[in-house]
């Protein structure tokens, strides 16, 4: 009868087809009021002799029944398992979305574009503190206290005399304490003014300062040097003007203007409805200031000069408003 109950557990077993069903047999033939265990309450009523003999066929009956569910058991988790893998697999071949490069800033690209044309004309490339002297910024370049050109640049003071550059000719001067004559140099920087920002002003600016001192330099030489910057920033030709233009430190000195290249000419925002935008002071150098650098102006002249960096971006960009430049709105910088 055992031999039996065994057998066609095994049978049932094998025919299970979900964990419940396996459990509902376990129950009913192994656990404690199940059909094995009311055999052995039964047993306590035979002859010592035959209940050991059934002892012995019950308690191998139970391992093998014990195993066997063990087994099925086994088979039902890996089944299982196997079918959460399933659903949860990921595809390590599909190729990955990119990474999303990022890219030089408009006015860093024009910059390096500048530095490589000036290095090729043997200029050398100086860097220059934004955090200046009042004597860099202002008194060396022929600016002392009482002179009205101060008021051209407002200035933001800072503690101990010293301020925040509010151009890059500071760089001229550094530059001419630090080389012997002839020299050629740009000084591409970082500038500040206490402006009220518009369409064309902004408070924190691009400038790109550049300086050669030789012997018998000219009005001439500048303009050549200018027309080459211009017609390699902007490969094509654009309209320039010269006009004479202040500043202590040249003599004489001029305002290179361009023709608005936003609206053409016929005015808009940008160049204050007047057609041409500023974009690069210049001149020969005041002999003052070569003086006060330690050149002697008897043997040596030189023309210097001082591009607006960040209204040049705009002019080659055709960007009608230079809060856009430092505006660090990702929808206008991937364009560049
Ligand atoms: C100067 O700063 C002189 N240091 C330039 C110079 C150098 C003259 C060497 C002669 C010899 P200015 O203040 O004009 O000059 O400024 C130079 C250029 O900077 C302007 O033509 C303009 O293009 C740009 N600029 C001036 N102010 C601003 C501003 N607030 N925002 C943007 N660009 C400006």
Known sequence: MLSELEASTLARVEKTQTQDELEAIRVEVLGRKGTLAGISREMGKLP???????????NAAKQ???????????????VALAKRLDGEWVDLTIP?????????????????????????????????????TEYHNFDALNIPADHP???????????????????????QVRGMERFEPPLRMIAPGRVFRN??????????????????????????????FMKTLL????????????????FPFVEPGFELDIRCLICGGTGCAVCKQSGWVELLPCGLVNPKVLRMSGID????????FGLGLTRLVMMRYGIDDIRWLQSGDLRFLRQF
Do not use: C
């Not at 010592?48 to 019950?58: F, I, S, W």
């Not at 093998?64 to 890996?78: G, V, Y």
């Open 231 to 246: 017609t390699a920033i902007f490969h094509k030709e654009v309209t320039v003007r010269l006009r004479p233009g202040y």
């Open 149 to 171: 050109a101060r008021d051209m640049q407002d200035t933001f003071w800072l503690e101990g005399g010293n301020l925040l550059r509010t151009h890059t000719s500071p760089v």
């Open 297 to 304: 102006p008897e043997k040596w002249n030189g023309f210097a």
């Open 64 to 78: 093998t029944l014990e195993a066997a569910l063990e087994a099925r058991k086994a088979e039902f988790e890996s």
């Open 96 to 132: 990955s979305p990119g990474v999303r490069l990022g890219s030089l800033h408009p006015i860093t690209q024009i910059q390096m574009e500048i530095e490589d044309l000036f290095r090729s004309l043997g200029f050398a490339v100086l860097d220059g503190p934004e955090v200046e």
């Open 48 to 58: 010592p002799t035959e209940r050991a003999d059934l002892g012995k066929q019950l």
């Open 195 to 224: 402006e009220t920002v518009d369409a064309s002003h902004e408070h924190t600016f691009y400038q790109l300062e550049g300086m050669m001192i030789d012997r018998h330099v000219s009005v001439g030489n500048l303009i050549y």
